[in-house]
């Protein structure tokens, strides 16, 4: 995120108060979007560490850590089927690179971009900033590909270059197209710092309900901001109002009139002691590695991490108008199987006639739909042909794990919705 003055918001929050850490069981909201599996979001942040200390501890604008970062997240949605642009651009004597992918099909009249910087200061890895808002974005993007849904608008997704040094390339994109292709562009969510270590929780003030700062965003804002409301709303997490202050890639979107959002989770601004009541924390900085060498992996709150995953998916399902889709498969899996059931109904994966599996451990992931209790059996059959369970995970969620270390035989894995119905994703390793 680019430094200029941080505005502290104290307006009234979005949402009913909650003691600090307090949640509404997730179960009691329905999201339009697929819960975003937080380990496949880690593991593209690992990734873009690696890169970095390999590339003199930096990613930052003309550098070669820059360029594999781009070229890391490019080879991901190639692999998804996206149509990808690497698109350079030269500030300061140096090239940079705009990464725009585009899901094929939707009304193109009518496109979502969702977008954030993937370079990094000089001073360091820029895990935080904005490696968390970058991998965050992939992995929805991943998720929308992984769907096989066509959404009714057209979605595309952008990791700028530069933007430490000004918006550069962002600024270089939207002043690139047309007035027509502006009037395409349906919406604008940026995600810029989303997994701070002392977090709050921001949403991009587009109604000016706070009434400071720079006034409210192009009308349709709004509505973009109300989208992220509802979800943390409805996950029991209360928000705060960022003003459009100019501070990271909304900037040239919204001097052109597009409307535009997102969720921010704080920078080098001391968290307030009225703000540490609402989300916990210090009143120390959100972030107090902010544009320094120690922004990395230990640099991130996790639970906002998640929260903030979930919530670009909420937005971007319920914006783009993406149809219902089938869990993940879960970061456990060699082999994946998928199913759908209704309430008290039984699915035997990946047959009913089960699997051979050697003397050994014996691991399986169940990703269920969100809001319902999914239960995971591992059963074994006997000489005579008749099956029992040998370990059983009975959480009162969607997901459960199993491990078990098996003898060598013939195995099967019973997955049954013990409460709601919907599409599941099993993954599952065998020895």
């Given amino acids: 995120m680019r430094m200029i003055r941080l505005v502290c918001l104290t307006t009234a929050l979005t949402g009913s108060l909650l003691l600090p850490g307090a949640t509404t069981p997730a179960q009691a909201f329905e999201s339009n979007g697929p819960d975003i599996a937080v380990a496949n979001v880690t593991a593209h942040l690992r990734a873009l560490s690696d890169i970095a200390a390999a590339n003199g501890g930096n990613r930052a604008h003309g550098t070669s850590g820059h360029n594999a970062s781009v070229d890391y997240v490019r080879g991901k949605l190639d692999a998804a089927g996206y149509t990808t642009q690497k698109v350079a651009f030269t500030y300061n004597g140096r090239t940079g690179y705009n990464l725009i992918a585009d899901l094929p099909g939707g009304d193109t009249a009518n496109t979502v971009m969702v977008g954030g910087h993937l370079d990094s200061v000089t001073a360091g890895p820029g895990i935080n900033d904005n490696g968390s808002g970058s ?66 929780y921001f949403l991009y003030d587009g ?131 998928r199913g759908t059931l209704a309430s008290r109904a039984t699915s035997y994966q990946p047959t009913t006639s089960g699997f051979t599996a050697a003397a050994g451990v014996v691991k399986g992931c169940l990703d269920g739909p969100s809001g319902t209790d999914f239960d995971l059996y591992l059963q074994r059959r006997s000489s005579s042909g008749t099956w029992s369970n040998v370990a059983a995970s009975e959480s009162s969620g969607a997901d459960e794990e199993v491990t078990y270390t098996a003898a060598a035989g013939t195995y099967r894995w019973r997955v049954y919705a013990y409460s709601g119905s919907g599409a599941f994703t099993l993954g599952y390793d065998v020895p």
Wanted: glycine residues 12%; proline residues 7%; hydrophobic residues 35%.
């Fill in 135 to 200: 991998a965050a974005i992939l992995e929805v993007a991943l998720r929308l590909a992984a769907s096989g849904e066509t959404p009714t608008k057209h979605v595309r997704f952008a990791w700028w270059g530069a933007e430490e040094l000004g918006l550069v390339g962002s600024t270089r994109y939207v002043q690139g197209l047309t007035a027509t292709q502006r009037s395409q562009i349906d919406s604008y969510y940026n995600f810029d710092m989303v997994a701070s270590p002392n977090p709050g």
């Fill in 207 to 337: 109604d000016n309900s706070d009434g400071t700062g720079s006034g409210p965003g192009p009308s349709g804002s709004a509505r973009l901001e109300q989208v992220l409301a509802d979800y943390f709303t409805g996950i029991g997490v209360p928000t705060r109002g960022t003003d459009f202050d100019g501070r990271s890639d909304y900037g040239p979107f919204i001097q052109y009139g597009i409307p535009a959002g997102g969720t921010f989770t704080g920078a080098e601004g001391r968290k307030t002691a009225a703000q540490v009541q609402l989300w916990g924390g210090t009143t120390a900085a959100y972030d107090p590695c902010y544009h320094s060498s120690c922004d990395t992996l230990a640099n991130l709150s996790t639970t906002a991490l998640d929260r903030n995953a979930d919530a670009i998916a909420h937005a971007v399902w319920t914006v783009a108008e993406v149809g219902d889709v089938p869990p993940p498969a879960p970061v456990c899996a060699e082999a994946t199987a």
